[in-house]
């Protein structure tokens, strides 16, 4: 586990944020959060279960995760950062702390932290700049149905309703034909 954490690392460390999501700039990239003037990128990995992959917003096990915030910034980098791993209450809103790192300097700007997920759900990543205190959440869904595949369930409703009861209807009236 700690060389897939190393190599995790040194991926995170020397892969541009800007190409992580095929090629999106650091406006359009989900993983990219303001701080005031600044951003930070956040990336979850899960070398036990995608060596190569790349989280945002989405786990796919609740297993072993490493979490990496980037403050992209050079100007933020070297400040005193906290971060964490919060569990949503059962409304939405904030709910117990998992993890907790107290505030330290990076003089890399990189925040980097392993955790290990108890189970499916809504879950955040936390990290907290000291100077003005501004707290960035990333929102996480652990082992759940993706919210991309939303619009695709209610295409397939759309689509498949009406051509099940086209076809129960041609069924049914080519049986009482037969008969």
């Known amino acids: 586990m700690l060389r897939a954490a190393f190599l995790c690392l ?24 303001r701080a005031g003037l600044y951003l930070i990128h956040f990336a979850a990995y899960q070398p036990q279960v995608d060596p190569i992959g790349e989280y945002c917003d989405e786990i ?4 072993n995760a490493i979490f990496v915030f980037d403050l992209v910034d050079r100007e933020r980098r070297g400040e005193f950062a906290a971060s964490g791993i ?14 907790s790192i107290p ?14 997920f108890d189970g499916p759900g809504e879950y955040t990543a936390v990290v907290t700049l000291q100077e003005p205190e ?6 996480l869904r652990v ?3 993706s919210r991309k595949w939303v619009p695709l369930a209610g295409l397939a409703l759309i689509v498949g ?10 069924l049914r009236r080519a049986v009482e034909e037969g008969v």
Request: glycine share 14%.
């Open 103 to 116: 505030a330290q300097q990076y003089p890399t700007g990189v925040v980097n932290a392993e955790f290990r």
């Open 134 to 139: 501004r707290i960035i959440r990333f929102p």
């Open 60 to 63: 796919p096990r609740a297993e």
């Open 143 to 145: 082992q759940m149905l």
């Open 161 to 170: 309703v009406p051509l099940g009861f086209f076809a129960y209807t041609r």
């Open 10 to 33: 040194v991926l995170a460390l020397g892969a541009s944020p800007a190409f992580s999501h095929g090629g999106a700039g650091m406006d359009d990239d989900p993983c990219v959060r």
């Open 86 to 99: 919060e569990r949503l209450g059962g409304d939405g809103e904030g709910g117990e702390t998992l993890l």
